[in-house]
């Protein structure tokens, strides 16, 4: 089973940018789809970006579409997301997810 450890959030004014990891443990099979979602205070949680593990293909939620960037690197089984022109309604819990298994979460906050 798939084990995901999500890391680099933190605080950033607006404008700024993070890159988020989503390091994963144990075999992601090549025709997984990798997502990041995300949970704002008081929200339901959102699709942000996926990733298609082998081919690489991506898809993005319209808010973040032209800012995020979704990537895999195979050869560290990890999932990054690159942020960019962070917006303070960027701020939330960050989360990854392969089939089943979701990582603990890594907290965004963009200040104004």
């Known amino acids: 089973q798939v084990q995901l450890v999500e890391s680099g959030g933190g605080l950033v004014q607006a404008g700024g940018s993070l890159r988020l990891s989503c390091a994963a443990s144990?075999?992601?099979?090549?025709?997984?789809?990798i997502r990041w979602f995300r949970q704002a205070p008081g929200k339901e949680r959102e699709f942000v970006a996926r990733i298609n593990w082998s081919s690489g293909y991506t898809e993005y939620a319209d808010a973040v579409k032209g800012r995020f960037t979704i990537s895999r690197d195979s050869t560290k089984n990890t999932v990054y997301l690159q942020m960019n022109s962070l917006k303070p309604e960027d701020t939330a819990v960050y989360y990854c997810?392969?089939?089943?298994?979701w990582g603990q979460g890594t907290l965004v906050t963009v200040s104004s």
């Open positions: 144990g075999r992601i099979f090549s025709n997984s789809i």
């Open positions: 997810n392969v089939l089943v298994a």
